[in-house]
């Protein structure tokens, strides 16, 4: 795009071997990892759309 | 060291400094909700009618050959909900009858017509001078307190322009970028291009957060004329006169966001060598403008934004690098994978890729295409096309640049 994005995607290949290091180094399960990732992601934007509407009410 | 180990590293070091930049973009994007927050609360008692009194809109039309869809770009600004608002169309020496349509146009539907407050200029240019001069002469005969830019094939949401101009009642914002959609679905090209904006724009969310937008695409951008005498007009002679234009507003230290509110839909190129033309011109006139704008980087400057400096533009340039290596890493990885038939960590990536554009989608704007969403599943794959579409620019841009070089 006009930014970037085509860098981030193209850099995301090579982000396979980063996660499974981090899988590697603490012995959890990689999908264990991944999932508890992407629920971190999904709380914290819930949350946000939480606060965005008790603000908005205030 | 072996060739595998020094690719193993290179790979190593690309991925975590592309993992932290996704990073950062995916924990900041959603902040913006109360940045806007706290920009519409100043302006929450000031009614439609009195931002209409307070600003007046210009919005610069330039048309080169665009005899087909001008007439529609016109009435989509008359229809606009905005209304105090100057059209001023630019016909840039168009070859084919642009100026016959604008023409017609105007006697069959603007001349003594009740406009709602709304008027029309036209500028009939004789010869080709480009897009930056095109705008520039609109801007010169322009009256309005905000400039508006925008391409003949941008068509605007009806409130996108009252949505854009009330955040320039906050005095501190000089420029914003309006939220731009692909308008075409009939192709995958412009079902992947859909998915890519919307990602695209979803991060630019962040970069208003931290006040470090320094890209303002002319299909929607929204500037306050008063820059313009602080910070000179549209260069004239460059191809990517938007990018240019809006890095040196941050080389200004000028205030610039994203109005996720303020909607347009734009014709992305609908061939692949449409798409291969037009990634190798923004290449080249990012290439260009970071060449230009070198003291932007790592500057201590306090005019400059420090994570424009030292953040975004050195990884921007990283990501060109990683661009130019993919080629090379990818299938070594993919060989990677295949010869230890451990699949997991790239079916892993792929499922982490594809859950945070499902994120961007469902917490970002929520005017999104339905059949784009539906097809996030295989955009992994499909953004191999986009990918050799950006090496294809980075190579040709590189190779432009060396040849302007030794010539």
């Known amino acids: 795009m006009y930014d970037d994005t085509g860098a981030v995607l193209g850099a995301s ?46 | 060291m072996d060739i595998r180990n020094t690719i193993l590293i290179t790979s190593f070091v690309l991925s975590g400094i592309s993992l932290f930049r996704y990073l950062i973009y995916l924990f900041l994007s959603p902040l913006y909700t109360f940045q806007k927050i706290k920009i519409l609360k100043k302006i929450k008692s000031i009614s439609k009618v009195e931002v209409e009194k307070k600003l007046k809109v210009s919005v610069i039309v330039p048309a080169w050959n665009e005899e087909v869809g001008i007439a529609d770009a016109i009435t989509s600004l008359l229809q606009n909900s905005y209304n105090n608002l100057e059209i001023i169309v630019v016909n840039d020496g168009s070859v084919d009858k642009t100026d016959t349509a604008v023409k017609k146009y105007y006697e069959k539907n603007i001349r003594n017509k009740n406009l709602y407050g709304k008027s029309f200029i036209y500028i009939n240019k004789k010869k080709n001078a480009g897009k930056g001069a095109a705008i520039n002469s609109g801007i010169k005969q322009s009256s309005g307190d905000l400039i508006v830019t925008m391409d003949a094939d941008t068509r605007f949401e009806k409130d996108a322009i009252y949505n854009a101009a009330r955040y320039f009642l906050d005095k501190d914002i000089d420029a914003g970028v309006g939220n731009v959609k692909i308008a075409n679905s009939k192709n995958i090209l412009g079902i992947i291009q859909q998915i890519e ?13 931290l006040n470090c937008e320094y890209i303002i695409g002319g299909a929607f951008g929204i500037f306050r004329k008063e820059i313009f005498e602080k910070c000179g007009f549209f260069d004239e002679k460059n191809k990517t006169e938007d990018i240019e234009f809006s890095t040196r507003l941050k080389s200004f230290g000028l205030k610039t966001i994203f109005i996720e509110d303020a909607i347009a839909y734009t014709e992305g190129p609908s061939t692949f060598e449409g798409l291969l033309k037009q990634r190798s011109r923004w290449k080249k006139g990012r290439m260009d403008t970071f060449l230009r704008y070198s003291n932007l980087f790592f500057s201590n400057n306090k005019n400059h934004n420090f994570f424009l400096s030292w953040i975004l533009l050195p990884i921007a340039l990283i990501g060109d690098l990683d661009l130019i290596l993919f080629p090379i890493l990818t299938p070594f990885i993919f060989y990677y994978t295949f010869e230890s038939l451990d699949y997991n960590y790239w079916i892993g990536w792929i499922i982490f890729f594809t859950f945070s554009i499902i994120f961007s989608y469902l917490f970002g704007s929520r005017k999104n295409n339905i059949r784009s969403f539906l097809l996030i599943p295989v955009f992994y794959f499909a953004s191999y096309l986009l990918i050799f579409t950006e090496i294809y620019a980075i190579i040709h841009s590189v190779i432009l640049y060396l040849k302007r070089l030794i010539i």
Do not use: Q
């Not at chain 1, 996660?19 to 603490?26: E, F, N, Q, V």
């Not at chain 2, 919307?198 to 970069?207: P, V």
């Open chain 1, 13 to 58: 290949a090579s982000a396979i071997i980063l996660p499974a290091t981090a899988s590697a180094l603490t012995g959890i399960n990689y999908f264990i990892l991944l999932g508890l990732a992407l629920a971190v992601i999904a709380f914290y934007n819930i949350s946000i759309k939480i606060i965005e509407k008790i603000i908005k009410t205030k």
């Open chain 2, 197 to 209: 904006y919307t990602i695209g724009f979803y991060f630019k969310r962040c970069h208003s957060v």
